[in-house]
Each structure stands twice: as structure tokens, then as C-alpha cells.
């Protein structure tokens, strides 16, 4: 029998952006009940966006002056290439979207089978990997490609001889489980290639809802970049899903597409670019003011004087001539109207900030250059390492690791650990301070002999803070110095004794020659 394909388009509701045409594969065999309720659901809700998207439009024709969108000139519905357009032209855009993979990314993790401190194999190979293909750099760079639409994709070409549009060898690609068989021995990383939305399109989806791959993609259709010259529009290639890590950061109520950076500030991105354009535009204008001029009613201007006049005024307005030969014409400086755009531009920084939850500090960075304070840096780094934590290391990460290891490009391993360095460890500079600190602290403790009050060790555990095991550590050290200290001591004793000594002998010896 022939497979059941059903064509469906989405984006029918006028918010929504309009996505390309897909196939859901159901499988072989005619259509279920299952299929006839999931279908008959899908009209349903076809219909239901088509209404209030018909309603959508005729409010908009009654009511044009009552939607704020329409009276401040923003989108009705925002494209992936509406956000790649803004990524790529407007710096405080991409600062949205690159700020989180820069700061998660600023310290590496450590990739680790065991505690061993033997290099396994495993770790051997994924040294080398990253050494040769810089692997943390393009999982960066697909962090931050998948921030500026709702999904990105990272292409893993390996050298098993197949199409891109074809299932890879070792993966079931109905169930997404490696299998065993032919096809599946080692193969070799050859190139990683990390894409963006608005290059990538969904072209078939699976429709077994027995599967466990219910729902998510099983080709994409990648536009590459031109081999020529490098810019884009180059050729369309469809790729099967065994091939590509999808990767979906901000998920809500979807796994496949997440919500863009700049989706809830994009209105505000929109504004600043008014304020910063109109600030630009005003100074041009206002920064030359202009000139009122009057002709006098009783002077005669002959054709001569007035191609005169229009000569000066140009050279004027045009060049660094500055000054007017005019005859029969009054001249007035109009008023300059130049207002200052801080207080505009740091409302809408405000509200991005507050938005998207990150410290102004951290942001923007203070106007006098200083530091964010410890507070907000404290903060941040919390939110920072949860990210890695429960986004990077399992949705991330591991994904990539695990689909290396399904594609036989890494050793099989029962277990690895993800570790990321603590973004709150002191410095260099904040260790020293507070070693000067508590070395003073007990320096005033020493000499205000108080001792008899709070004994040393509790001193020690409940004003400094220190651990049982640290104070029982500094205690084993103070009486091993001590004793050295004595030792050394009676060492001294003794040789001055034996100097002592020998000095009265030899002066013994002189008196007895004479």
C-alpha cells in the first residue's frame, strides 16, 4: 500500500509567522481511527485561527487608529528574517542574543569518563577532537545562532559515504535508538556546520504517534552558503535528522521551536533605532540651523545679482565659507533645536534589562567604567551556572556527545560527567584581601590577649568561620612548629656552650706557655 501523506500548512493565525509546507509521515497502511481524530483536530483548529484571523484583519480596517502596533510601527507578526535582519545591523541586538552564550561559554567545561586520573580512551579521543575541530567554539557559535530565531541546527558531517538526505547507519530513524548491524563501524568527524533559522526550513515532520519521535522533524531543508564568494542563497540541500543536533534554547510549550531572544524587546529595539535615527537625523539638521532671509521691497535684484545670491548661500551652506556677500537681503540665524536623547535611550535600556532579567551593570557596563558590583555579579553567575547546568550540560552537550557516540564517531561509554568551573571562585586579587583581612583580624586577637575570654579554637570556628577540620589542620601545624621552634632553640644553646668551651681551653693553653 502507499504511505498516507497528509500536506498541511501552518501560520493560518496573522500573529503567527508563516512556516513552510510540511508532511506528517503516518506510517504505512490506510488511516486509523487515531488518524482520523488527530486530522479532524487539526481542521478544527485550522478553522478556529482562520476566524480570528479574519477578525484580526476586520478590526484592523474598522479600528486602524485603535492598534498600537499600527500607531508606533511595529510588525504585526515578526519573521525569522525580520530577526536576522535586526541580529545582524543593530549592535544592541546582538548584544540580546550573544550575551548569554558569551557568558556561559567564558570558562570551559572538563569532559570526564571517571575520577581515574588515568586518560581513558574516551577522553583521549574527545581531546583530540576538540584540539582538531574546536569543539566548544561551534557549540558556541550554534548557541548563539539558535537564540536569534526559535531554533538552530549544528550539520555533523562524518565520512559514511551516504547522501545528507539519507538516515545515517546505527540510528533507527522512526524511534531515534542505535541499533546494531552493518554500517556501524568507526567513523570520522569530518567538518561541523552550525546553522540558523532563517537558513533552515522543516520539511517533514513524523506522524507515528506510536513513535517515539512523535511530532519532531525527519528532514530539513539547509540553505548553504555560496562556495564563490561566501554570502548566502547558495544551494538548497535537504538533510535527514540523523545528520543534525536540533538545538531549541527558551523552550515554552514546544520542544522543536523556542521564543527568540529579542522577541519581548523587539518593540523596544524598534524604538531605540527611532531615537538614535531621529537623534542623528535632528542633529544634522539643527546642528546648521539655517538662515531666514528677507528680501528688501525697494531694492531692485537684477537676474545676475540673484544667481549671486544663490551662489553664496550655497557656498555657505556647502563649504567652509563663513561668511555672506549679499545685496539687497536681510539674513537671520534661525533658532537651533537640538534635544539631548539619554533620558529616551535609557528608558528602553531600563526596560530590556528588566525584561530579560540581567543587571544593568552587566548590560550596558557602568558609565564610569566600573565593575558590576559583587551583588549583581553574584547574582548573575547564579543564573549563569543554572543555565549550564539544566540547558547546556543535558540539552546541549550531552545531546552532541551522546549522537557522536550513536554515530560511532566516539567510543561507547556507560558514563561521563560534565563538570563546569564555579564562576563564583575568588580571584587571585579577592583571595589576597581577605587573607589580609583575617590575618589582621587574628594579629589584633593575639595582642589584645583575649585569649582568656575566647579561647583559640572556638575563635577560630565561630568569629573567622573556619571548619573543624580546618582548625584541627592549623593546630597539628602550630605545635609541629612549635616544636621545631624549641629544637632549634636548644640546638642554638648548645653550640654557644661548645664555642664558650673551646674559647676557655684555647685561653687555658696560651697561660700555660707562657
Known amino acids: 500500500m502507499a504511505k498516507n501523506k497528509e500536506k498541511i500548512a501552518h501560520g493560518v493565525g496573522i500573529n503567527d509567522e508563516p512556516e513552510e509546507t510540511m508532511e506528517f509521515n503516518t506510517g504505512e497502511g490506510e488511516q486509523t481511527q487515531e488518524d482520523v481524530v488527530r486530522n479532524q483536530i487539526y481542521r478544527e483548529e485550522v478553522i478556529a485561527n482562520a476566524t480570528i484571523a479574519r477578525a484580526e484583519l476586520m478590526s484592523k480596517f474598522l479600528n486602524p487608529g485603535k492598534d498600537i502596533n499600527t500607531e508606533c510601527g ?308 547564579t543564573r549563569i551556572a543554572h543555565r549550564q547546568e539544566f540547558y547546556l550540560t543535558p540539552l546541549l552537550i550531552r545531546e552532541f556527545i551522546d549522537r557522536l557516540i550513536a554515530l560511532h564517531v566516539l567510543p561507547v561509554v556507560e558514563y561521563y560527567v560534565v563538570k563546569w568551573p564555579d564562576l563564583n571562585a575568588p580571584s587571585d586579587s579577592e583571595i589576597a584581601e581577605v587573607a589580609g583581612k583575617q590575618t589582621e583580624a587574628m594579629s589584633k586577637y593575639v595582642a589584645g590577649s583575649v585569649d582568656h575570654l575566647i579561647p583559640p579554637r572556638e575563635f577560630l570556628t565561630l568569629v573567622m568561620k573556619y571548619s573543624d577540620e580546618q582548625v584541627d589542620a592549623i593546630e597539628k601545624a602550630s605545635d609541629s612548629y612549635s616544636g621545631d621552634a624549641i629544637d632549634e632553640k636548644e640546638a642554638e644553646m648548645a653550640l654557644r656552650e661548645a664555642e664558650a668551651f673551646k674559647a676557655e681551653q684555647e685561653a687555658a693553653k696560651k697561660l700555660k706557655n707562657l
Request: hydrophobic share 30%.
Open 74 to 381: 511595529y510588525p504585526p507578526s515578526i519573521t525569522k528574517q525580520n530577526y536576522r535582519d535586526l541580529y545582524d545591523r543593530m549592535g544592541l541586538a546582538s548584544r540580546i542574543v550573544n550575551i548569554f552564550p558569551e557568558e556561559s561559554w567564558s570558562l570551559l567545561p572538563e569532559i570526564n569518563e571517571d575520577e581515574d586520573e588515568k586518560e581513558s580512551e574516551f577522553e583521549k579521543q574527545w581531546k583530540e577532537m576538540q584540539a582538531e575541530k574546536n569543539i566548544y567554539q561551534v557549540l558556541k557559535r550554534v548557541d548563539v545562532l539558535s537564540g536569534i530565531g526559535r531554533y538552530g541546527l549544528l550539520l555533523i558531517g562524518i565520512d559514511d559515504g551516504k547522501a545528507l538526505n539519507e538516515a545515517v547507519d546505527g540510528i533507527n530513524p522512526v524511534t531515534g535508538e542505535t541499533t546494531e548491524g552493518e554500517g556501524t563501524k568507526e567513523r570520522k568527524l569530518l567538518y561541523l556546520k552550525p546553522f540558523d533559522e532563517s537558513v533552515v526550513n522543516i520539511v517533514k515532520r513524523e506522524g507515528d504517534a506510536k513513535s517515539p519521535r512523535y511530532g519532531l522533524p525527519v528532514k530539513y531543508s539547509i540553505q548553504f552558503e555560496n562556495v564563490k564568494d561566501g554570502t548566502t542563497g547558495g544551494e538548497s540541500k535537504e538533510v535527514h535528522w540523523t545528520r543534525v543536533l536540533h538545538v531549541t534554547d527558551n523552550r515554552i510549550s514546544s520542544d522543536i521551536v523556542g521564543e527568540p531572544r529579542m522577541k519581548k524587546v523587539y518593540n523596544r529595539l524598534l524604538d531605540i533605532r527611532k531615537v538614535l535615527g531621529g537623534s542623528g537625523e535632528m542633529f544634522w539638521k539643527g546642528g546648521f540651523p539655517g538662515l531666514a532671509i528677507t528680501v528688501d521691497p525697494t531694492a531692485t535684484i537684477s537676474t545676475t545679482q540673484q544667481d549671486d545670491i544663490k551662489t553664496e548661500l550655497s557656498n555657505y551652506s556647502k563649504s567652509l565659507q563663513r561668511y555672506l556677500s549679499l545685496v539687497g537681503v536681510d539674513v537671520k540665524t534661525l533658532d537651533s533645536q537640538v534635544a539631548d536623547p539619554r533620558g529616551h535611550l535609557e528608558c528602553q535600556i531600563d526596560f530590556i534589562c528588566a525584561a530579560l532579567g540581567i543587571p544593568k551593570r552587566i548590560f550596558v557596563g557602568s558609565e564610569r567604567g566600573e565593575l558590576a558590583s559583587s551583588q549583581d555579579s553574584k547574582a548573575w553567575n
